[in-house]
């Protein structure tokens, strides 16, 4: 999924990113070939930059055999944190294609966002990945290990939560084990983005 949104494009050689060479950067996301998404994380591991390739582990069969393999959470999107002057080094990765990008400059994934990922990952709970994120009521994990995360909830019934990166208009999907861990959502502080969406 190549396009987050109809206003946001995949541009490779879009402009600069806002901000100074003496911050440590900001997230974007990388489009990559389909495969390649361990290696372009290698390549921007042994540049010493920050990145991040969440994956799960699932069971895949061929005719003569079974194997488990840590499979991308979010097929062809890597995520790494970089400063304006490395990001023509970046595109060299191998099998990169672009920067997803908005209002024609890389699109910033919020810190929030890949926390929450990151936290969901080590917290031990059930979760499969989603294709698109769709819209439900606003709520806040208050129990568990992915207590003050925010999202959407998708299927009360089974307190299934969905936490988003927006950038990518992708969602991971979380079973909370007790509706009491989640509390509703109804309004934000003015100007206050929230950095974790849930489907």
């Not at 050689?13 to 372009?40: C, F, I, M």
């Not at 979760?127 to 129990?143: A, R, W, Y």
């Not at 992708?170 to 007790?178: A, E, R, S, Y």
Request: glycine residues 8%.
């Amino acid at each position: 999924m190549p396009d987050a949104s109809q206003n946001r494009v995949c541009d490779s050689q879009a402009g600069g990113l806002p901000g100074d060479n003496t911050s440590p950067g900001q997230w974007l996301a990388g489009y990559t070939r389909s495969h390649y998404e361990h290696k372009v994380r290698d390549f921007y591991q042994q540049r010493g930059w920050e990145v991040f390739l969440p994956t799960y582990r699932s069971w895949r069969r061929w005719s003569d055999r079974r194997k488990l393999l840590d499979l991308p959470l979010f097929p062809s999107y890597v995520f790494v944190r970089l400063r304006e002057t490395d990001r023509y080094r970046a595109v060299q990765a191998p099998g990169f294609l672009w920067f997803v990008t908005q209002d024609h400059r890389p699109a910033v994934v919020h810190e929030h966002e890949i926390a929450a990922i990151q936290q969901l990952l080590t917290s031990g709970l059930q979760f499969d990945p989603l294709p698109t994120v769709q819209l439900g009521d606003e709520v806040e994990i208050i129990d568990g290990p992915m207590r003050g995360a925010q999202g959407r909830l998708i299927r009360k019934e089974k307190n299934a939560v969905a936490l988003a990166v927006s950038a990518i208009n992708g969602g991971v999907k979380i079973t909370l084990p007790d509706a009491t861990w989640v509390r509703p959502l109804h309004t934000y502080p003015a100007g206050n983005q929230r950095l974790v969406h849930a489907t």
